[in-house]
Each structure stands twice: as C-alpha cells, then as structure tokens.
C-alpha cells in the first residue's frame, strides 16, 4: 500500500522527523522531573522516550537505505533494507523500554521508595502529552490521506501497510499517549495513599504496553521479510486489471509480494486466448505492465508468464 516511492519515502520522513525531535525533548524532560521527584512512572517514561528517540534513527535509516535504487547484485531493489532497520527499531522498544520499565517497576514495588515533590513531574507530563499528541497529529494525518486513496479505514490499513516507518510511528505515539495517562495515574494513586505501589504499578503497566507495541511492529516486520503478499483488495483489482485485457483467457496463477515499502511485485501465469498471435500476446503483456502501473502505483515489477490450460476438446 503506498503512493509513489518518492513520494512516499519524503512524507514518511517527515513524520518520523516530527516523532523523533519530540521524543528527544520529552525524555529529557522526563528524565529530569523522574530523577527530582523519584517516580519509577517517570523514569520509565523517560527510558519510553528515549527509546522511542532510538526508533525514529533507526527508521530515518530504513527509509534511507530501503529508497536506494537498484543495482547488479540487488536486481530487486533494496527496499526489504526498510524492513530489517524498522525490526532492530522495534527490537529497541522492546530492549530498551519495555525492558527497563517492567524491571523497574518490579524494584519498587518489593522495596518501596520516597516520592519528592511531584508537581514537576505532573507539569511534565501535561505538556508531553500535548507535544506528543501533535506528533500523533502528524502521523495519523498521513495515516487517514492514504487510507482515503484506498478507500479503507485508517486502522485497517495501519494493520496491513508496508510502510513500515508510518506503522512504527502511529504504534509508537499512540502507546506514548497511553503511557502518558498511565504514569500521571500512578503518581496521582501513590500520592493519595502515600503508598509507592501504584507508581510501581504503573511503571509495570507502561512496560508491558510497550512490549504489546513491540511484538505487534516485530511480527509485522518478520511477515514482510519472509515476503508477505500484497493487500487482497490490491490482489483483486491486479486480477481485474489482467482479466480485463480482450487477449487473456483466465489467470492460471497470480502472485504478489511486499518487495519493499509500498513496492509490490507482481507475478502472473496467462492463459491467453488460442487465437492471439505471438505479437499480439507481446503486446498484451506491455499494456497490461503499463495499465497495473498506472492503476496500482504501488506495483513495481510485473512478471507475466504465457501458460495455456488445457480445454475440454470438440
């Protein structure tokens, strides 16, 4: 799913720029208020954010390197380069901030610990949530103007897009924003108790909202590396397209793969019509790449093999 690659790799970029200069500035924030006032939710969501900041690095190098043309030894392209960067950046949210927060929160909650003045911490939090939110803006924004050319609802193309960096992204704020909720929850609840419990649960809570996160863009990147299919609504329209051409018979077999973000090979066997001379079959494959093309921006590369079924005879 995508538009064209140009296209597509400067939007992207955009986003995850947006998405990692607000990372930056909010772990710093949090990090800050976490170390005065003692809350393992703060330092959870600064270690949050600071992974996050790793993750839009790692996905401004696979939008960089999965846009690069293709060559001798990579007739492909390389845009499955995007796929392996968007796994380590997923990799890291689940290292670096599932991991810390979980161990962390376990920490406080069997030995306790002494919150200082939370007010900072609450100022924090409301602005993160602000800067957050209009990072999410951004990304969902994107998110809907593609889902539009598609005619899909934005959360059933975020589930299906090989546009990994946008994925990443839209996952990643969104669970910000929740962990956002989260953390101010859980200094409010071990401020009216005086018990250091809730901010210890909430640090837990926030840990595993991150590693829900992080398996969900791990197991999405592993699909589109093993080479997951196109889309069935782009699957259908392909076929339509080859089945609408006056030369072709039926499609014997049609394949389809993610080559890489928003790049789809397509791989066809035609049974042509018995009466299309060898020129005419020719000529048919060459108006059936142009027409794929043009209608599916996406396709890439088209492979069509001439296969002639066999027919009852008489």
Same mark, same amino acid.
């Given at each position: 799913?995508?538009?064209?690659?140009?296209?597509?790799?400067?939007?992207?970029?955009?986003t995850v720029l947006v998405a990692g200069a607000a990372n930056l500035a909010i772990a710093l924030a949090k990090l800050i208020a976490g170390l005065f006032s003692g809350s393992a939710a703060m330092l959870s969501e600064a270690a949050h954010s600071a992974a996050d900041t790793v993750t839009e690095i790692l996905l401004l190098v696979a939008i960089r390197r999965? $846009?690069?043309?293709?060559?001798?030894?990579?007739?492909?392209?390389y845009g499955k380069a995007g796929f392996v960067w968007a796994m380590f950046a997923a990799v890291a949210t689940l290292v670096g901030g599932a991991g810390f927060s979980v161990t962390h929160g376990v920490h406080v909650i069997s030995r306790g610990e002494e919150l200082g003045n /939370?007010?900072?911490?609450?100022?924090?939090?409301?602005?993160?949530?602000?800067?957050?939110?209009?990072?999410?803006?951004?990304?969902?924004g994107q998110l809907r103007a593609?889902?539009?050319?598609?005619?899909?609802?934005?959360?059933?193309?975020?589930?299906?897009?090989?546009?990994?960096?946008?994925k990443a992204v839209v996952f990643e704020d969104a669970a910000a924003l929740a962990g956002l909720v989260i953390a101010g929850g859980g200094l409010l609840g071990s401020q009216l108790t005086g018990s250091a419990l809730w901010d210890g649960l909430a640090s837990v809570a926030i840990g595993? /909202?991150?590693? /829900?996160?992080?398996l969900t863009l791990i197991r999405a990147n592993l699909s589109l590396l093993i080479g997951q299919a196109a889309p069935p609504s782009v699957e259908t329209g392909i076929r339509?397209? /080859?089945?609408?051409?006056?030369?072709?018979?039926?499609?014997?077999?049609?394949?389809?793969m993610m080559?890489?973000? $928003?790049?789809?090979?397509?791989?066809?066997?035609?049974d042509f019509r018995d009466e299309a001379s060898a020129a005419g079959v020719e000529i048919a494959c060459d108006e059936v790449d142009r027409r794929l093309r043009r209608e599916f921006p996406v396709v890439r590369?088209?492979?069509?093999?001439?296969?002639?079924?066999?027919?009852?005879?008489g």
């Open positions: 799913m995508g538009e064209r690659p140009a296209e597509k790799g400067g939007e992207s970029t955009g999965s $846009g690069r043309p293709a060559d001798r030894r990579r007739p492909f392209g /939370l007010v900072p911490s609450y100022i924090v939090l409301a602005v993160s949530f602000v800067i957050e939110s209009l990072s999410f803006a951004k990304a969902y593609e889902a539009a050319r598609y005619q899909l609802h934005p959360v059933r193309l975020v589930r299906i897009t090989s546009d990994t960096a946008l595993l /909202l991150l590693l /829900l996160a992080a339509g397209v /080859l089945l609408a051409q006056p030369e072709v018979e039926d499609v014997v077999e049609l394949l389809t080559i890489g973000p $928003g790049d789809v090979l397509v791989a066809a066997k035609i590369l088209v492979f069509l093999d001439p296969t002639p079924t066999r027919r009852p005879s």
